[in-house]
C-alpha cells in the first residue's frame, strides 16, 4: 500500500533505488547535515544493505516522489525507525536527494502523510528525532509540523574537526491531533470565507 500526501506518495523502497541513495550516502554536503556516517559505499555494498533490510522488521525506509507531475521524479527517502510495538514509539528520518527542489513542500507533505499514517493507522504514541544543533532546515521542518525540543546531548556527534551538540526532539500524538485538528479548522475556514466572498 502506498501512502499519499498532497504533493507526494510514500512507497516501498525497492533494488532500483539503490544508486540513488549510495549517491546520497556519499555526498560530503548531506554527509555533514546528518547525525550517521559512513565509509564511502560501494554499489555491491549497498545492494546487500539492501538484501539485509528485506528482513527488517523495526525499520521500514519509503522513497516519496512527486504526483500530479507529468514526469515521476524521486525525491527522497523517509524512514521509520526503531519501531517498539510495545512502546507504541518510534523514530523518523528524511533525505532528500542531492538534485530534489528545495522550498516546495515536498519534505514537510512526505512527513505529514507518514505522521497521519503512523498516528491514525499505526496507533503509534510518540514519534522521535535527533538533529544536529547546526542543521536549521531540518530543525524548522520539524518544529513546524509540531515537533518539541525536549534536550540536548552536548557535544554528542564528531564531524569536521569538531564537536557538535545533538538537539532531541518529540511528538506525542495528542500532539499531532491538536496541531493537525487546528489546520484543518483553519482551512475549512478560509474555503467558508472564500465561498461566500
Not at 536527494?97 to 522550498?103: E, I, L, N, Q, S
Not at 504514541?125 to 513546524?144: H, Q, V
Not at 569538531?162 to 526532539?169: F, G, I, K, P, S
Not at 493537525?180 to 482551512?187: G, I, M, N, P, Y
Request: hydrophobic letters at 40%.
Amino acid at each position: 500500500m502506498n501512502i499519499f500526501g498532497e504533493k507526494v506518495v510514500l512507497r516501498a523502497m525497492e533494488i532500483e533505488d539503490m544508486e540513488l541513495l549510495r549517491e546520497t550516502l556519499n555526498d560530503p554536503e548531506i554527509e555533514y547535515s546528518v547525525v550517521g556516517w559512513s565509509f564511502p559505499v560501494s554499489k555491491s555494498e549497498q545492494l546487500r544493505w539492501y538484501e539485509s533490510t528485506l528482513s527488517d522488521k523495526k525499520n521500514k525506509r519509503f522513497v516519496f516522489e512527486t504526483i500530479n507531475t507529468a514526469e515521476i521524479s524521486s525525491l527522497g527517502f523517509i524512514v521509520l525507525s526503531n519501531l517498539d510495538w510495545k512502546n507504541r514509539t518510534a523514530g523518523i528520518g528524511i533525505k532528500l536527494f542531492k538534485d530534489a527542489p528545495r522550498k516546495q513542500g515536498y519534505a514537510t507533505d512526505a512527513l505529514q502523510a507518514l505522521l497521519k499514517y503512523v498516528f491514525e493507522e499505526l496507533q503509534l504514541y510518540r514519534i522521535g528525532i535527533n538533529i544536529l544543533a547546526a542543521n536549521e532546515a531540518s530543525i524548522a521542518l520539524y518544529t513546524k509540523n509540531g515537533f518539541r525540543k525536549e534536550g540536548t546531548l552536548r557535544s554528542a556527534i564528531y564531524k569536521k574537526g569538531e564537536y557538535h551538540d545533538l538537539h532531541c526532539y518529540g511528538l506525542l500524538k495528542s500532539d499531532y491531533l491538536e496541531l493537525f485538528s487546528e489546520k484543518q479548522d483553519k482551512l475549512i475556514h478560509s474555503k467558508v470565507i472564500v465561498q461566500k466572498g
